[in-house]
């Protein structure tokens, strides 16, 4: 049974940092492509960042860029998300989620979720 369990987030002034952790169980963890997306309010589940099983091939929305950066432990099955300069706008539910092989920002090619860590950035 895959299980993805995130943690980390929370409620943060404008131009602080959270790190979020994303525990995977359930998978050959170095054959996934690992991906963070998010949810705001009354809006689509997007695309935020992508790592592949490597480590070295990242994948960022333009809006992050600069700010946040994916990370990987394979030994730990754990992927991370370090965000700083946080923004009003970044507030979000943001879940973590993974594929077999191929990297893709669609969020209908994950099978696997987490349930989702809240952050809220106050301005």
């Known amino acids: 049974q895959v299980q993805l369990v995130e943690s980390g987030g929370g409620l943060v002034q404008a131009g602080g940092s959270l790190r979020l952790s994303c525990a995977a169980s359930?998978?050959?963890?170095?054959?996934?492509?690992m991906a963070w997306f998010r949810q705001g309010p009354g809006k689509e589940r997007e695309f935020v960042a992508g790592?592949?099983?490597?480590?070295?091939?990242?994948m960022y929305l333009d809006s992050v860029k600069g700010r946040f950066t994916i990370s990987r432990d394979n030994a730990k099955n754990t992927v991370y998300l370090q965000m700083n300069s946080l923004k009003p706008e970044d507030t979000a539910v943001y879940y973590c989620?993974?594929?077999?092989?191929?990297?893709?920002?669609?969020?209908?090619?994950?099978?696997?979720w987490g349930q989702g860590t809240q952050v809220t950035v106050s301005s």
């Open positions: 359930g998978l050959i963890f170095s054959n996934v492509f």
């Open positions: 989620a993974a594929k077999y092989w191929t990297a893709s920002r669609n969020v209908d090619d994950y099978r696997y």
């Open positions: 790592v592949r099983s490597g480590g070295s091939s990242l």
